[in-house]
């Protein structure tokens, strides 16, 4: 029976309706290396761990989440770790053997594991300032190993962004080789796909150093249909033995919107907990309400929905964060959306406060640079009629409870 998976990577049989697109991944790998778009909580690293999972033909898979990473030297450790996790005979039969700053960090453990190896790594003299060599050396044995590698790296944004603030020489050294080190791979059996919840292109355009990832083949991740909230709904209660009638699914439709894989979850599981407690008392529409406002809008989600007001201050280049913000407050308060024109109109009130405004091409250009940013990292999306509105319905309500009208009056 699946289970209800609530903040935890869905595996096994709880991993649902991403065939296709796996299949699509799988395919793409032959040729490129892939850029997984997703905003946080809607299955980018399920997908990640059912490669791992279920690997295809003969792809050895290593998976390596990277947000605390700061520094290169950082990410070659822990990408020899995740190899040591993920594929440790590959790694004591073919990357170590003749690598002496390998066999030698093995030959001091007797029993390898994880965080005893990722210190003896550690030991090693002089890696700050040779990672370069060590990543190196590391390549080139996938390279010869003439064995099919996948590298999947979570959460790449977040790593680069700590990377910059540690040392922007580092920053730019590490951002320089990579895209060398994927532009080699393709000559050989080595392939890399990388995600994260914050756009990296639109991060690094900020930057001007977009280049350095603009070979990546991207692949957003696709939503749910409203079919697949229907099915999984109905699966879920009906294998957990919940009554519910006709109006349920369609309720939970409308509320969500576009959903989100873990309020999906969240709501469902909170559906049949209030069943349990009722039984001889069908779930229905007006059920779903109770639920959704006093769960999903209350405390519960509070702490899962909060990242998306926290990472504006954190990604977010400062002169954006005030528009940004009061966006999507105009936003969350308006019924049907906003237009493109009137979203135009706040940003120069904004800027002609500011000393030295920015005006014509300059203004217009960061006007839609700030857009791009906030569509591709899942908060608003177009709709007809030149309007822009929140891309979740959840997320919209969300923040007009919370943050309505925080920027209103600055």
Known sequence: M???????????????????????LWEDLKKHNVLLLAPRRTGKTSVMYRMLDEPKESW????LNVEDLKSPDDFVISLIDAINEHQPSYLR???????????GTLARI?????????????????????????????????FTSNQKILFVIDELPDMLNSMLDFSKEEYILFLHWFRKIRDRSLQHNLRWLVGGSVNLIAALDQQGMVKQVNDFKVEPLPSFTEGEVRIFVEQMLDKHGAKFDETVVPRISELLGTPIPLFLQMLTQELFRLWKRNK?????????????????????????????????DVHYPQEEREAACLFLGK?????????HRTLFQFYRQIE????????????????????????SDFYIEARDNDAFDFASRLLKNWWKKYYGYECEGR
């Open 93 to 103: 039969e073919t990357l170590a053997k003749g690598w002496d700053f390998l066999s």
């Open 352 to 375: 002609d406060r500011k000393t030295g405004p920015r005006i014509g091409p300059a203004l217009s250009q960061a006007f839609q640079r700030l857009m791009l940013h906030l569509q």
């Open 2 to 24: 699946a289970d209800f998976i609530v903040g935890s990577p869905a595996r096994d049989d709880d991993f649902y309706f991403r065939g296709e697109f796996l299949e699509d």
């Open 280 to 312: 001889n008392k069908p779930l229905t529409a007006i059920v779903v309400d109770e639920v959704y406002s006093k769960s999903l809008l209350g405390e519960m989600a509070r702490d899962k929905l909060q990242h998306y007001r926290t990472r504006i």
């Open 331 to 339: 936003l969350s308060l308006s019924d049907r959306g906003l237009s």
């Open 60 to 63: 050895l898979v290593i998976h």
């Open 110 to 142: 007797e029993k390898i594991e994880v965080s005893e190896f990722k210190l003896q790594l550690r030991k090693n003299e002089g890696l700050e300032s040779k990672w370069q060599d060590r990543a190196g050396e590391l390549i080139e044995r996938v």
